[in-house]
């Protein structure tokens, strides 16, 4: 297994900029909407619920979320939401498909440091058209070698991305704010995984560290990630 590295891969949302705080305003709103049929807690439930379900029809993303809330409502309302609630929550995810980029501390920095010695590709899930609405925006679209726009993130797809765009997993590090879907399967390739943990954290990304792994990395923010770089590499 090579050890030096020659291609870093980036997260996206929550990982480079704020996404998750989005999602957990609007799921407020829907609670407030659906307050006299179901609490809150119980609200949350069904919705996580929905939205494990609808992944394999409609992906990550807001488009999907809105369904599943749409879908929710329907279903704790036994059919009688009022027509009024559901332009409310497709108006939000409207909202949400708008809302301004903010990127989080260092995401700039260390983009720009680790592309001058690397090559840097950015691999994210979501909807195509609303993750290349954020990339342009940003501002960082210039500094990517490659962007990855895929529906689920597992080791199979690190190997071909990393693949196409540097000299295969073992020499390739991923960066990000998941263990499930960012960490765990690019350590399981042979690649590096670097954990940044981010406040909020969807509940269907959560997992567990990779047990064992002499790859594996975490840190509290992507301020230190040059220097991770520079030593593995």
Same mark, same amino acid.
């Given at each position: 297994?090579?050890?030096?590295?020659?291609?870093?891969?980036?997260?996206?949302?929550?990982?480079?900029?704020?996404?998750?705080?989005?999602?957990?305003?609007?799921?407020?709103?829907?609670?407030?909407?659906?307050?006299?049929?179901?609490?809150?807690?119980?609200?949350?439930?069904?919705?996580?619920?929905?939205?494990?379900?609808?992944?394999?029809?409609?992906?990550?993303?807001?488009?999907?979320?809105?369904?599943?809330?749409?879908?929710?409502?329907?279903?704790?309302?036994?059919?009688?939401?009022?027509?009024?609630?559901? #332009?409310?929550?497709?108006? +939000? &995810?409207?909202?949400?498909?708008?809302? $301004?980029?903010? !990127?989080?501390?260092?995401?700039?920095? %260390?983009?720009?440091?680790?592309?001058?010695?690397?090559?840097?590709?950015?691999?994210?899930?979501?909807?195509?058209?609303?993750?290349?609405?954020?990339?342009?925006?940003?501002?960082?679209?210039?500094?990517?070698?490659?962007?990855?726009?895929?529906?689920?993130?597992?080791?199979?797809?690190?190997?071909?991305?990393?693949?196409?765009?540097?000299?295969?997993?073992?020499?390739?590090?991923?960066?990000?704010?998941?263990?499930?879907?960012?960490? #765990?399967?690019?350590?399981? +390739? &042979?690649?590096?995984?670097?954990?940044? $943990?981010?406040? !909020?954290?969807?509940?269907?990304?959560? %997992?567990?560290?990779?047990?064992?792994?002499?790859?594996?990395?975490?840190?509290?923010?992507?301020?230190?990630?040059?220097?991770?770089?520079?030593?593995?590499?």
């Amino acid at each position: 297994m090579q050890k030096n590295l020659t291609t870093i891969g980036f997260d996206a949302d929550d990982t480079l900029w704020h996404n998750e705080r989005f999602f957990r305003l609007t799921q407020e709103r829907f609670a407030e909407l659906l307050a006299d049929h179901a609490e809150a807690d119980h609200l949350a439930e069904r919705l996580l619920a929905a939205e494990r379900r609808n992944l394999g029809h409609y992906g990550y993303g807001v488009k999907g979320f809105v369904l599943s809330m749409i879908e929710t409502a329907l279903e704790v309302t036994e059919h009688r939401v009022p027509g009024a609630v559901i #332009a409310e929550l497709i108006a +939000a &995810g409207q909202e949400m498909l708008a809302h $301004p980029i903010e !990127l989080l501390p260092h995401a700039r920095a %260390a983009v720009e440091a680790v592309a001058e010695t690397h090559r840097v590709v950015l691999i994210t899930k979501g909807d195509l058209l609303d993750q290349e609405r954020k990339l342009a925006q940003s501002g960082l679209g210039e500094l990517f070698d490659g962007v990855e726009i895929v529906s689920e993130k597992t080791a199979e797809v690190y190997g071909r991305v990393f693949a196409r765009y540097g000299d295969g997993a073992d020499r390739a590090m991923m960066v990000g704010n998941s263990m499930r879907s960012d960490v #765990a399967p690019a350590v399981h +390739a &042979g690649g590096w995984g670097v954990f940044v $943990p981010h406040g !909020l954290v969807w509940e269907i990304e959560r %997992a567990d560290p990779p047990e064992g792994a002499v790859r594996f990395h975490e840190m509290p923010d992507l301020g230190g990630l040059p220097d991770l770089v520079a030593e593995i590499g």
